[in-house]
Protein backbone atom coordinates (compact mmCIF):
# COMPACT_ATOMS: atom_id res chain seq x y z
CA UNK A 1 0.00 0.00 0.00
CA UNK A 2 1.46 3.22 -0.42
CA UNK A 3 0.13 6.93 1.07
CA UNK A 4 0.72 9.86 -1.24
CA UNK A 5 0.21 12.30 1.65
CA UNK A 6 3.48 11.08 3.18
CA UNK A 7 5.58 14.26 3.63
CA UNK A 8 2.60 16.49 2.70
CA UNK A 9 1.30 17.18 6.26
CA UNK A 10 4.11 19.19 7.53
CA UNK A 11 4.68 21.19 4.29
CA UNK A 12 0.47 22.17 4.61
CA UNK A 13 1.11 23.44 8.09
CA UNK A 14 3.68 25.17 7.08
CA UNK A 15 2.18 27.49 4.45
CA UNK A 16 -0.82 27.78 7.21
CA UNK A 17 1.74 30.50 8.75
CA UNK A 18 4.53 32.82 8.05
CA UNK A 19 7.57 32.50 7.66
CA UNK A 20 9.78 32.68 11.11
CA UNK A 21 6.72 31.46 13.07
CA UNK A 22 6.09 28.13 10.77
CA UNK A 23 9.84 27.25 11.27
CA UNK A 24 9.77 27.71 14.73
CA UNK A 25 6.57 25.51 15.24
CA UNK A 26 7.95 22.78 13.31
CA UNK A 27 11.55 22.70 15.16
CA UNK A 28 9.70 22.99 18.75
CA UNK A 29 7.39 19.97 17.91
CA UNK A 30 10.13 18.27 16.56
CA UNK A 31 12.33 18.89 19.86
CA UNK A 32 9.35 17.44 21.52
CA UNK A 33 8.82 14.73 20.29
CA UNK A 34 12.50 13.64 20.74
CA UNK A 35 12.33 14.66 24.27
CA UNK A 36 9.47 12.25 24.95
CA UNK A 37 11.32 9.34 23.06
CA UNK A 38 14.17 9.63 25.09
CA UNK A 39 12.21 9.55 28.37
CA UNK A 40 10.44 6.96 27.02
CA UNK A 41 13.53 5.06 26.49
CA UNK A 42 14.65 5.90 29.54
CA UNK A 43 12.31 4.73 31.68
CA UNK A 44 12.85 0.82 29.94
CA UNK A 45 9.01 0.26 30.19
CA UNK A 46 6.48 -0.67 27.38
CA UNK A 47 3.91 0.89 25.34
CA UNK A 48 1.43 -1.85 26.28
CA UNK A 49 -1.85 -1.67 28.41
CA UNK A 50 -4.87 0.64 27.87
CA UNK A 51 -5.40 4.64 27.68
CA UNK A 52 -6.27 6.40 30.69
CA UNK A 53 -6.02 10.14 28.85
CA UNK A 54 -8.46 13.24 30.87
CA UNK A 55 -11.44 14.25 29.03
CA UNK A 56 -9.59 17.75 28.28
CA UNK A 57 -6.69 15.70 26.48
CA UNK A 58 -9.54 14.02 24.18
CA UNK A 59 -10.98 16.95 23.23
CA UNK A 60 -7.86 18.96 22.55
CA UNK A 61 -6.65 15.44 20.52
CA UNK A 62 -9.72 15.76 18.61
CA UNK A 63 -9.41 18.97 17.73
CA UNK A 64 -5.78 18.44 16.55
CA UNK A 65 -6.60 15.51 14.42
CA UNK A 66 -9.76 17.58 12.71
CA UNK A 67 -7.10 20.43 12.30
CA UNK A 68 -4.34 18.00 11.04
CA UNK A 69 -6.98 15.89 8.43
CA UNK A 70 -8.91 19.53 7.35
CA UNK A 71 -9.34 18.73 3.37
CA UNK A 72 -9.16 15.09 3.36
CA UNK A 73 -5.52 15.25 4.13
CA UNK A 74 -5.27 11.77 5.09
CA UNK A 75 -6.91 8.82 3.34
CA UNK A 76 -9.40 7.51 4.82
CA UNK A 77 -8.64 3.93 5.08
CA UNK A 78 -5.53 5.55 8.01
CA UNK A 79 -8.37 7.76 10.03
CA UNK A 80 -8.19 4.75 12.11
CA UNK A 81 -4.44 4.49 12.79
CA UNK A 82 -4.17 7.82 13.13
CA UNK A 83 -6.12 8.20 15.85
CA UNK A 84 -4.88 5.29 17.88
CA UNK A 85 -1.47 6.51 17.07
CA UNK A 86 -2.13 10.16 18.93
CA UNK A 87 -3.84 8.60 21.51
CA UNK A 88 -1.21 6.33 21.69
CA UNK A 89 1.20 9.47 21.85
CA UNK A 90 -0.21 11.27 24.65
CA UNK A 91 -0.63 7.71 26.52
CA UNK A 92 3.21 7.85 26.64
CA UNK A 93 3.24 11.74 27.64
CA UNK A 94 0.93 10.67 30.41
CA UNK A 95 2.95 7.91 31.67
CA UNK A 96 6.50 10.08 31.29
CA UNK A 97 4.87 13.13 33.20
CA UNK A 98 5.15 15.25 30.15
CA UNK A 99 2.59 17.53 29.19
CA UNK A 100 1.91 18.22 25.43
CA UNK A 101 2.03 22.35 24.71
CA UNK A 102 -1.71 23.13 22.85
CA UNK A 103 0.33 25.21 20.59
CA UNK A 104 2.49 22.81 19.20
CA UNK A 105 -0.09 19.50 19.32
CA UNK A 106 -0.96 20.11 15.96
CA UNK A 107 2.69 20.60 14.50
CA UNK A 108 3.52 17.46 16.59
CA UNK A 109 0.60 15.11 15.29
CA UNK A 110 1.35 16.30 11.57
CA UNK A 111 5.12 15.04 12.20
CA UNK A 112 4.25 11.98 14.03
CA UNK A 113 1.33 11.18 11.52
CA UNK A 114 3.95 11.42 8.46
CA UNK A 115 6.59 9.88 10.32
CA UNK A 116 3.82 6.64 10.59
CA UNK A 117 2.54 6.66 7.04
CA UNK A 118 5.95 6.92 5.92
CA UNK A 119 7.16 3.93 7.74
CA UNK A 120 3.88 2.34 6.74
CA UNK A 121 4.87 2.79 2.99
CA UNK A 122 8.17 1.69 3.52
CA UNK A 123 7.35 -1.63 5.08
CA UNK A 124 4.20 -1.82 2.18
CA UNK A 125 1.24 -2.78 6.23
CA UNK A 126 -0.87 -1.10 7.39
CA UNK A 127 -0.45 2.06 9.34
CA UNK A 128 -1.67 0.55 12.63
CA UNK A 129 0.87 -2.22 12.61
CA UNK A 130 3.91 0.55 13.21
CA UNK A 131 2.61 2.59 15.69
CA UNK A 132 4.61 1.65 18.79
CA UNK A 133 7.85 1.40 16.48
CA UNK A 134 6.91 5.06 15.03
CA UNK A 135 6.41 6.19 18.86
CA UNK A 136 10.09 4.82 19.95
CA UNK A 137 11.75 5.82 16.89
CA UNK A 138 10.11 7.98 14.60
CA UNK A 139 11.31 7.19 10.86
CA UNK A 140 12.98 3.90 10.45
CA UNK A 141 14.75 4.74 7.29
CA UNK A 142 17.84 3.25 9.37
CA UNK A 143 16.74 -0.22 9.53
CA UNK A 144 18.52 -1.40 5.77
CA UNK A 145 21.38 0.45 6.57
CA UNK A 146 24.93 -1.11 6.31
CA UNK A 147 25.24 -4.75 6.77
CA UNK A 148 20.91 -4.79 7.45
CA UNK A 149 20.88 -4.15 3.88
CA UNK A 150 21.29 -7.89 2.55
CA UNK A 151 17.64 -8.33 4.28
CA UNK A 152 16.10 -5.77 1.87
CA UNK A 153 15.35 -9.59 0.01
CA UNK A 154 13.67 -10.76 3.41
CA UNK A 155 11.04 -8.15 3.72
CA UNK A 156 9.13 -10.54 6.90
CA UNK A 157 12.43 -10.55 8.48
CA UNK A 158 12.37 -6.48 8.97
CA UNK A 159 8.35 -6.36 9.36
CA UNK A 160 8.88 -9.34 12.34
CA UNK A 161 11.50 -6.60 14.00
CA UNK A 162 9.15 -3.44 13.89
CA UNK A 163 6.20 -5.70 14.95
CA UNK A 164 7.65 -7.45 17.90
CA UNK A 165 10.11 -5.12 18.85
CA UNK A 166 9.25 -2.11 18.33
CA UNK A 167 11.67 -0.52 20.83
CA UNK A 168 14.90 -1.20 19.26
CA UNK A 169 14.17 -2.89 15.51
CA UNK A 170 17.59 -2.14 14.62
CA UNK A 171 19.49 -3.71 17.78
CA UNK A 172 17.21 -7.26 17.41
CA UNK A 173 18.50 -7.24 12.93
CA UNK A 174 21.77 -7.48 14.49
CA UNK A 175 21.65 -10.06 16.54
CA UNK A 176 19.93 -11.90 13.81
CA UNK A 177 22.67 -11.05 11.54
CA UNK A 178 25.28 -12.14 13.82
CA UNK A 179 23.20 -15.34 14.91
CA UNK A 180 23.22 -15.97 10.85
CA UNK A 181 26.37 -15.87 10.19
CA UNK A 182 28.14 -17.66 13.55
CA UNK A 183 25.33 -20.54 11.94
CA UNK A 184 26.13 -20.34 8.42
CA UNK A 185 29.70 -20.34 8.98
CA UNK A 186 29.44 -23.21 11.53
CA UNK A 187 30.46 -26.72 10.29
CA UNK A 188 27.45 -28.51 12.53
CA UNK A 189 25.22 -26.83 10.51
CA UNK A 190 26.59 -27.11 7.06
CA UNK A 191 23.54 -28.95 6.16
CA UNK A 192 21.81 -25.84 6.31
CA UNK A 193 23.79 -23.31 3.97
CA UNK A 194 21.63 -25.20 0.23
CA UNK A 195 18.66 -23.36 2.49
CA UNK A 196 19.69 -20.39 4.38
CA UNK A 197 16.19 -19.36 5.16
CA UNK A 198 16.76 -22.10 7.67
CA UNK A 199 19.26 -20.57 9.59
CA UNK A 200 17.63 -16.94 9.24
CA UNK A 201 14.13 -18.77 10.37
CA UNK A 202 15.86 -20.31 13.65
CA UNK A 203 18.14 -16.91 14.44
CA UNK A 204 14.68 -14.39 13.71
CA UNK A 205 12.05 -16.77 15.76
CA UNK A 206 14.16 -18.37 18.27
CA UNK A 207 16.49 -15.67 19.01
CA UNK A 208 17.83 -16.70 22.51
CA UNK A 209 19.23 -19.92 21.33
CA UNK A 210 18.68 -20.51 17.48
CA UNK A 211 21.60 -23.00 17.29
CA UNK A 212 19.75 -25.53 19.74
CA UNK A 213 16.45 -25.14 18.04
CA UNK A 214 18.79 -26.00 15.01
CA UNK A 215 20.20 -29.14 16.50
CA UNK A 216 16.65 -29.85 17.65
CA UNK A 217 15.11 -29.48 14.09
CA UNK A 218 18.42 -31.81 12.94
CA UNK A 219 17.12 -34.43 14.98
CA UNK A 220 13.34 -34.37 13.70
CA UNK A 221 14.77 -34.21 10.17
CA UNK A 222 17.25 -37.67 10.56
CA UNK A 223 14.24 -39.61 11.96
CA UNK A 224 11.63 -38.44 9.77
CA UNK A 225 14.59 -39.55 6.89
CA UNK A 226 15.26 -42.32 8.47
CA UNK A 227 11.71 -43.78 8.25
CA UNK A 228 10.85 -45.85 5.65
CA UNK A 229 6.80 -44.82 5.97
CA UNK A 230 8.75 -41.53 4.12
CA UNK A 231 11.37 -42.75 1.68
CA UNK A 232 9.23 -41.31 -1.02
CA UNK A 233 10.68 -37.98 0.02
CA UNK A 234 13.93 -38.79 0.09
CA UNK A 235 14.23 -36.39 -3.77
CA UNK A 236 12.07 -33.92 -1.70
CA UNK A 237 14.16 -33.02 1.37
CA UNK A 238 12.95 -29.70 2.11
CA UNK A 239 9.35 -31.43 3.12
CA UNK A 240 11.21 -33.14 5.75
CA UNK A 241 12.70 -29.51 6.62
CA UNK A 242 9.12 -28.17 6.85
CA UNK A 243 7.66 -30.85 8.38
CA UNK A 244 10.17 -30.31 11.43
CA UNK A 245 10.54 -26.44 11.22
CA UNK A 246 6.75 -25.62 10.67
CA UNK A 247 4.87 -28.95 12.24
CA UNK A 248 7.10 -30.02 15.41
CA UNK A 249 4.24 -31.08 17.46
CA UNK A 250 3.07 -33.55 14.47
CA UNK A 251 5.89 -33.80 11.76
CA UNK A 252 4.94 -37.47 11.10
CA UNK A 253 0.97 -36.55 10.67
CA UNK A 254 1.82 -33.50 8.73
CA UNK A 255 3.88 -35.85 5.82
CA UNK A 256 1.22 -38.48 5.70
CA UNK A 257 -1.23 -35.78 5.36
CA UNK A 258 1.09 -34.45 2.33
CA UNK A 259 1.29 -38.26 0.80
CA UNK A 260 -2.74 -38.22 0.70
CA UNK A 261 -2.98 -34.98 -1.16
CA UNK A 262 -0.40 -35.93 -3.23
CA UNK A 263 -2.15 -39.13 -4.27
CA UNK A 264 -4.96 -37.68 -4.83
CA UNK A 265 -3.71 -35.08 -7.36
CA UNK A 266 -1.86 -38.01 -8.87
CA UNK A 267 -4.76 -39.85 -9.69
CA UNK A 268 -7.01 -37.00 -11.27
CA UNK A 269 -6.18 -37.78 -15.01
CA UNK A 270 -5.79 -34.02 -15.91
CA UNK A 271 -2.68 -34.07 -13.96
CA UNK A 272 -0.98 -37.93 -15.36
CA UNK A 273 1.79 -35.33 -16.68
CA UNK A 274 3.28 -34.51 -13.30
CA UNK A 275 3.53 -38.42 -12.48
CA UNK A 276 7.61 -38.38 -13.00
CA UNK A 277 7.84 -35.14 -11.24
CA UNK A 278 5.97 -35.95 -7.89
CA UNK A 279 7.65 -33.01 -5.78
CA UNK A 280 5.80 -30.15 -7.98
CA UNK A 281 2.57 -32.45 -6.45
CA UNK A 282 3.70 -32.23 -3.46
CA UNK A 283 4.10 -28.45 -3.55
CA UNK A 284 0.98 -28.35 -4.61
CA UNK A 285 -0.35 -29.97 -1.91
CA UNK A 286 1.63 -28.27 0.83
CA UNK A 287 1.78 -24.51 -0.56
CA UNK A 288 -1.54 -23.93 -2.20
CA UNK A 289 -4.97 -23.49 -1.35
CA UNK A 290 -6.16 -24.67 -4.51
CA UNK A 291 -3.68 -26.94 -5.60
CA UNK A 292 -5.48 -28.46 -8.77
CA UNK A 293 -5.92 -24.38 -10.41
CA UNK A 294 -2.13 -24.29 -9.58
CA UNK A 295 -0.85 -27.23 -11.38
CA UNK A 296 -3.61 -26.15 -14.39
CA UNK A 297 -1.65 -22.75 -14.58
CA UNK A 298 2.07 -25.08 -14.74
CA UNK A 299 0.52 -27.16 -17.65
CA UNK A 300 -0.34 -24.13 -19.79
CA UNK A 301 2.63 -22.44 -19.43
CA UNK A 302 4.56 -25.50 -20.14
CA UNK A 303 3.29 -26.14 -22.79
CA UNK A 304 4.03 -22.71 -24.27
CA UNK A 305 7.59 -23.64 -23.12
CA UNK A 306 7.64 -27.09 -25.15
CA UNK A 307 6.63 -25.52 -28.01
CA UNK A 308 9.67 -23.45 -28.36
CA UNK A 309 11.83 -24.73 -30.83
CA UNK A 310 14.58 -23.11 -28.71
CA UNK A 311 14.03 -25.26 -26.16
CA UNK A 312 13.96 -28.59 -28.05
CA UNK A 313 16.62 -30.02 -26.57
CA UNK A 314 14.39 -31.01 -23.75
CA UNK A 315 12.05 -32.60 -25.58
CA UNK A 316 12.94 -35.90 -23.47
CA UNK A 317 12.93 -34.01 -20.35
CA UNK A 318 9.45 -32.11 -19.50
CA UNK A 319 10.53 -32.30 -16.03
CA UNK A 320 13.30 -29.31 -16.69
CA UNK A 321 9.74 -27.15 -18.32
CA UNK A 322 8.21 -27.77 -15.37
CA UNK A 323 11.25 -26.95 -12.87
CA UNK A 324 11.73 -23.54 -14.75
CA UNK A 325 8.18 -22.77 -14.61
CA UNK A 326 7.08 -23.55 -10.73
CA UNK A 327 11.31 -22.53 -10.08
CA UNK A 328 12.06 -19.79 -11.74
CA UNK A 329 8.76 -18.12 -12.99
CA UNK A 330 9.66 -14.66 -13.53
CA UNK A 331 12.09 -15.57 -16.29
CA UNK A 332 11.88 -19.34 -17.67
CA UNK A 333 12.75 -18.87 -20.57
CA UNK A 334 16.31 -16.83 -19.20
CA UNK A 335 16.57 -20.35 -17.04
CA UNK A 336 16.66 -22.57 -19.93
CA UNK A 337 18.82 -20.97 -21.86
CA UNK A 338 21.38 -20.92 -19.38
CA UNK A 339 20.93 -24.79 -18.33
CA UNK A 340 21.45 -25.58 -22.52
CA UNK A 341 24.40 -23.35 -22.42
CA UNK A 342 25.83 -25.73 -19.23
CA UNK A 343 24.88 -29.13 -20.96
CA UNK A 344 26.91 -28.24 -23.83
CA UNK A 345 29.45 -26.84 -21.94
CA UNK A 346 29.70 -30.40 -19.85
CA UNK A 347 29.09 -32.29 -22.96
CA UNK A 348 32.03 -30.88 -24.66
CA UNK A 349 34.72 -31.94 -21.80
CA UNK A 350 36.52 -35.31 -22.82
CA UNK A 351 36.02 -36.52 -18.74
CA UNK A 352 32.38 -37.14 -19.21
CA UNK A 353 32.79 -38.95 -22.62
CA UNK A 354 31.92 -41.96 -20.26
CA UNK A 355 28.32 -40.75 -19.30
CA UNK A 356 27.27 -40.82 -22.96
CA UNK A 357 24.68 -43.36 -22.15
CA UNK A 358 23.41 -41.48 -19.43
CA UNK A 359 22.88 -37.48 -20.98
CA UNK A 360 20.10 -37.20 -18.26
CA UNK A 361 22.94 -36.98 -15.54
CA UNK A 362 24.16 -33.83 -17.51
CA UNK A 363 20.91 -32.10 -17.40
CA UNK A 364 21.11 -33.30 -13.51
CA UNK A 365 24.16 -31.52 -12.70
CA UNK A 366 23.62 -28.59 -14.46
CA UNK A 367 19.25 -28.41 -13.22
CA UNK A 368 20.32 -29.16 -9.56
CA UNK A 369 23.98 -28.16 -9.10
CA UNK A 370 24.29 -25.34 -10.86
CA UNK A 371 27.14 -23.72 -8.92
CA UNK A 372 29.43 -26.54 -10.10
CA UNK A 373 28.04 -29.39 -12.10
CA UNK A 374 31.81 -30.46 -13.43
CA UNK A 375 32.84 -30.96 -9.89
CA UNK A 376 29.37 -32.40 -8.60
CA UNK A 377 30.00 -34.81 -11.76
CA UNK A 378 33.67 -36.20 -10.98
CA UNK A 379 32.35 -36.82 -7.53
CA UNK A 380 29.09 -39.18 -9.01
CA UNK A 381 31.57 -40.75 -11.55
CA UNK A 382 34.08 -41.66 -8.66
CA UNK A 383 31.58 -42.79 -6.23
CA UNK A 384 29.81 -45.24 -8.86
CA UNK A 385 32.75 -46.54 -9.82
CA UNK A 386 33.89 -47.72 -6.61
CA UNK A 387 30.54 -49.52 -5.66
CA UNK A 388 30.61 -51.34 -9.20
CA UNK A 389 34.16 -52.74 -8.12
CA UNK A 390 32.73 -54.60 -5.11
CA UNK A 391 31.84 -57.96 -5.80
CA UNK A 392 28.77 -58.01 -3.76
CA UNK A 393 26.79 -55.61 -6.75
CA UNK A 394 28.66 -57.98 -9.52
CA UNK A 395 25.12 -58.47 -10.74
CA UNK A 396 24.60 -54.50 -11.74
CA UNK A 397 28.12 -54.10 -13.33
CA UNK A 398 26.03 -54.30 -16.76
CA UNK A 399 23.84 -51.54 -15.80
CA UNK A 400 25.87 -48.74 -15.01
CA UNK A 401 22.86 -46.34 -14.34
CA UNK A 402 22.66 -48.35 -11.51
CA UNK A 403 25.36 -47.42 -9.69
CA UNK A 404 24.89 -43.48 -10.67
CA UNK A 405 21.16 -43.20 -9.21
CA UNK A 406 21.87 -44.99 -6.13
CA UNK A 407 24.49 -42.20 -5.75
CA UNK A 408 22.82 -39.56 -6.62
CA UNK A 409 19.58 -40.24 -4.64
CA UNK A 410 21.70 -41.82 -1.21
CA UNK A 411 25.09 -40.35 -1.37
CA UNK A 412 26.89 -41.83 1.51
CA UNK A 413 24.07 -44.65 1.89
CA UNK A 414 23.98 -45.87 -1.71
CA UNK A 415 25.64 -49.34 -0.52
CA UNK A 416 23.20 -49.91 1.84
CA UNK A 417 20.19 -48.69 -0.50
CA UNK A 418 21.40 -51.74 -3.20
CA UNK A 419 21.82 -54.48 -0.23
CA UNK A 420 18.23 -53.86 0.16
CA UNK A 421 17.52 -54.12 -3.56
CA UNK A 422 19.27 -57.40 -4.05
CA UNK A 423 17.27 -58.42 -0.79
CA UNK A 424 14.05 -57.39 -2.47
CA UNK A 425 15.33 -58.69 -5.74
CA UNK A 426 15.66 -62.25 -3.95
CA UNK A 427 12.31 -62.03 -2.66
CA UNK A 428 10.77 -61.03 -5.89
CA UNK A 429 12.26 -63.88 -7.63
CA UNK A 430 11.26 -66.08 -5.17
CA UNK A 431 7.42 -64.84 -5.81
CA UNK A 432 5.14 -67.08 -7.16
CA UNK A 433 3.65 -64.02 -9.26
CA UNK A 434 6.98 -62.65 -10.24
CA UNK A 435 9.26 -66.00 -10.70
CA UNK A 436 8.38 -65.97 -14.32
CA UNK A 437 9.94 -62.98 -14.94
CA UNK A 438 13.54 -62.55 -16.18
CA UNK A 439 16.87 -61.80 -13.70
CA UNK A 440 17.19 -58.17 -14.95
CA UNK A 441 13.46 -57.29 -14.36
CA UNK A 442 13.68 -58.13 -10.96
CA UNK A 443 17.07 -56.95 -9.77
CA UNK A 444 15.98 -53.36 -11.46
CA UNK A 445 12.78 -53.25 -9.76
CA UNK A 446 13.59 -52.57 -6.61
CA UNK A 447 15.78 -49.83 -8.09
CA UNK A 448 13.48 -48.38 -10.11
CA UNK A 449 10.71 -48.12 -7.53
CA UNK A 450 12.39 -48.63 -4.07
CA UNK A 451 9.06 -48.10 -2.25
CA UNK A 452 6.75 -50.83 -4.48
CA UNK A 453 9.14 -52.57 -6.46
CA UNK A 454 6.35 -55.61 -7.17
CA UNK A 455 4.11 -52.79 -8.90
CA UNK A 456 7.10 -51.85 -11.06
CA UNK A 457 7.13 -55.49 -12.34
CA UNK A 458 3.26 -55.79 -12.34
CA UNK A 459 3.32 -52.49 -14.96
CA UNK A 460 6.24 -54.81 -17.12
CA UNK A 461 4.12 -57.64 -17.51
CA UNK A 462 1.06 -55.25 -18.64
CA UNK A 463 2.94 -53.48 -20.95
CA UNK A 464 4.31 -57.14 -22.53
CA UNK A 465 0.78 -58.50 -22.59
CA UNK A 466 -0.15 -55.73 -24.91
CA UNK A 467 2.74 -55.83 -26.85
CA UNK A 468 4.43 -53.08 -25.81
CA UNK A 469 8.22 -52.39 -26.86
CA UNK A 470 11.17 -51.09 -24.35
CA UNK A 471 11.63 -47.33 -25.25
CA UNK A 472 15.20 -47.30 -26.95
CA UNK A 473 17.50 -46.88 -23.95
CA UNK A 474 15.61 -48.61 -21.29
CA UNK A 475 16.39 -48.36 -18.39
CA UNK A 476 19.22 -46.27 -18.52
CA UNK A 477 16.46 -43.03 -18.24
CA UNK A 478 16.43 -42.48 -14.13
CA UNK A 479 13.76 -42.72 -12.38
CA UNK A 480 10.85 -40.45 -11.48
CA UNK A 481 12.60 -39.63 -7.74
CA UNK A 482 15.98 -38.63 -9.53
CA UNK A 483 14.37 -37.01 -12.31
CA UNK A 484 12.42 -34.91 -10.23
CA UNK A 485 13.46 -31.67 -9.38
CA UNK A 486 14.42 -30.47 -5.84
CA UNK A 487 12.95 -27.24 -4.25
CA UNK A 488 15.47 -24.73 -3.83
CA UNK A 489 14.88 -21.28 -1.42
Known sequence: ?????????????????????????????ASFLDEARRAQRAAGKTLAGGTYLSYAVQRAMGGAIAE??????????????????AAAFEEMCRRRRLEVPDRLRVEIYSRLFDELCANAAMLDVDPAQVIRATLYNGRLDELLDGDRAELRD??????????N????PVAFLDRVLEHFKAMKSDPEFARYRAWPWVLLTAA????????????????????????????????????????????????AEFLRGVIRRAGELQSN???????????????????????????RG?????????????????????????????????????????????????????????????????????????SDPAAFLRHLIKDAARLRSEAEFSRYRKMPWVFQRAVLAYGAGAGAFLRRAKVRADA???????????????????VMCPADPGTFVRRKQRSADAGGKRRRGWPRKPTASVRAPTRTS
Open 1 to 29: MCYAWVGGLTEWRMGMHSGDSAAESVRAA
Open 428 to 446: LRADPLFGNEKDWVANIAP
Open 269 to 295: PQFACFADTPSILRLAAVGYSDPGAFL
Open 298 to 370: VIQKVEALTADSAFSCFADAPWIFRLAVVGHASDPEGYLRGIASTISELSAMPEFTCLVDSPWLLKYAAVNHS
Open 204 to 251: VCHPRDPAGFLRFVSRRMDALASDPDFECFRDTPWLFQTAALHHPSAP
Open 165 to 168: YPSD
Open 68 to 85: CGRGDRFPRPAEAAVREG
Open 154 to 163: TPWVVKHAVC
